[in-house]
């Protein structure tokens, strides 16, 4: 290596270390390039939490700490959490934090790997979670949802899936599609398959009545 590359790799790797001494550069990176950071929340302030991120005050605002409503923030005092940098500012001294990414992408993750065990064909037992013109949401097992679509509540035609459900009833749903994360249910496909697996009643006609009547009994009382 000629000494005029090393030069440049020396001044190159002197740099970075120079830009590394300044803690905003750092936090700067973390931004840019998405890391995910543990920190522990070391108090709580109006409208959100503190974390310390290499020696700078971090504000985490309370609705980036969780993905639903924290009804008690102190709860979340002394807390091991994973954030990312969202904004940073040197000038006004601000440095915003969120944990609600991470447990976005995990969230998504969870449900992925739920559905994935879900095979089309599947028989399951959810509750009527909402109720909209075009079909009811069914909340399944392992927290997950599904749609029944109008056309596939009932073998009757129906005009709203009120006519014949209400929220809060327990269905039997069979699964008869998943795409891009979505599950199609019916609960007309398992009341067709029933009436199928019915056997149909047999029709016993009277003996006197009977088609397979023999020809000694059709000409016994003829005289010839």
């Not at 005029?4 to 001044?11: D, F, P, Y």
């Amino acid at each position: 290596m000629s000494e005029e590359l090393l030069h440049e790799e020396t001044m190159a790797d002197y740099e970075e270390h120079f830009d590394d001494a300044n803690p905003w550069n750092l936090v700067t990176r973390y931004m840019e390039k998405g890391t995910v950071l543990p920190v522990k929340i070391e108090g709580i302030v109006n409208g959100g939490a503190i974390a310390m991120v290499e020696g700078i005050r971090g504000f985490i605002p309370a609705s980036r700490l969780s993905l639903s409503y924290i009804e008690d923030l102190e709860t979340y005092l002394s807390k091991d959490i994973e954030v990312k940098v969202i904004d940073v500012d040197q000038e006004t001294n601000r440095l915003v934090l969120s944990a609600r990414e991470i447990l976005k992408e995990k969230q998504a993750k969870e449900r992925a790997e739920k559905i994935a065990s879900i095979k089309v064909g599947s028989v399951l037992e959810g509750t009527v979670e909402t109720l909209q013109n075009y079909g009811a949401f069914i909340r399944l097992p392992e927290g997950l949802s599904g749609l029944v679509h109008v056309s596939q509540i009932s073998e009757k035609r129906i005009k709203t899936p009120a006519d014949v459900l209400a929220v809060g009833d327990t269905v039997t749903v069979k699964v008869i599609g998943i795409k891009d994360g979505k599950i199609s249910l019916s609960i007309k496909a398992l009341i067709e398959k029933t009436e199928e697996e019915e056997p149909r009643e047999k029709v016993v006609l009277p003996k006197s009545e009977a088609i397979g009547t023999s020809l000694g009994e059709l000409f016994k009382n003829i005289k010839l």
